[in-house]
């Protein structure tokens, strides 16, 4: 990797990452008009193809995904990944207890996106539907809204991911049972490479 890519890379994962603040702020749970255009932001910075090079976002091992760390601020707030998946990567429901965008770079994932089901106690998860973030598009989640996620191939993909707080500082996040709708932790991810 070159000198000169690394530093356009910084450089945009920089200017992205303050037009995002610009227009989330501190806000936790930004509306769904503010959040769109921010993950238009991030749809920009993936489509610069050039910046995203396979080689620099290897998945070592016998692992399905990786993550990079693109930007976090000191406090772990606005924390931007590159996630590196291998197909057959998934992930059962989860919430983020956070705002978190999703662009697509290239390959995909596909999102199954669910509701809790209103009143008390445990119950099947609703499914509202699913949307495959490609190259091309991006998807933006609030901090209660639940996912799963799928890499179904055939390629590996690569995705950018913006959180309002990094991996390591999301302490509250569930995993959810489709059928049950019963949680558990979801363990924080430290020491994200």
Not at 106 to 116: D, F, K, P, Q, T
Not at 159 to 178: K, N, P, S, W
Request: glycine share 8%; with cysteine; aromatic share 6%.
């Amino acid at each position: 990797m070159s000198s000169t890519l690394t530093q356009q890379r910084a450089t945009a994962v920089r200017d992205t990452v303050a037009q995002v603040r610009a227009l989330l702020g501190q806000d936790a749970a930004p509306g769904l008009a503010q959040a769109q255009c921010a993950a238009a932001c991030m749809q920009k910075l993936a489509a610069q193809t050039a910046l995203w090079d396979s080689r620099d976002f290897p998945i070592e091992g016998d692992k399905l995904w990786q993550a990079y760390t693109l930007h976090e601020d000191a406090d772990g707030a606005y924390a931007m990944y590159a996630v590196a998946m291998h197909p057959g990567h998934a992930q059962p429901p989860h919430d983020h207890t956070t705002w978190a965008l999703i662009a697509g770079v290239r390959g995909a994932e596909r999102n199954s996106l669910y509701r809790r089901p209103q009143g008390s106690g445990p119950a099947p998860l609703a499914h509202l539907g699913d949307i495959t973030v490609a190259a091309g598009n991006s998807l933006a989640l609030g901090p209660t809204d639940l996912h799963a996620i799928e890499v179904p191939g055939p390629g590996d993909a690569l995705h950018l991911h913006l959180y309002g707080r990094g991996f390591a500082h999301l302490q509250e996040r569930r995993i959810f049972d489709l059928l049950t709708g019963e949680s558990r932790a979801f363990p924080a991810i430290p020491n994200v490479s």
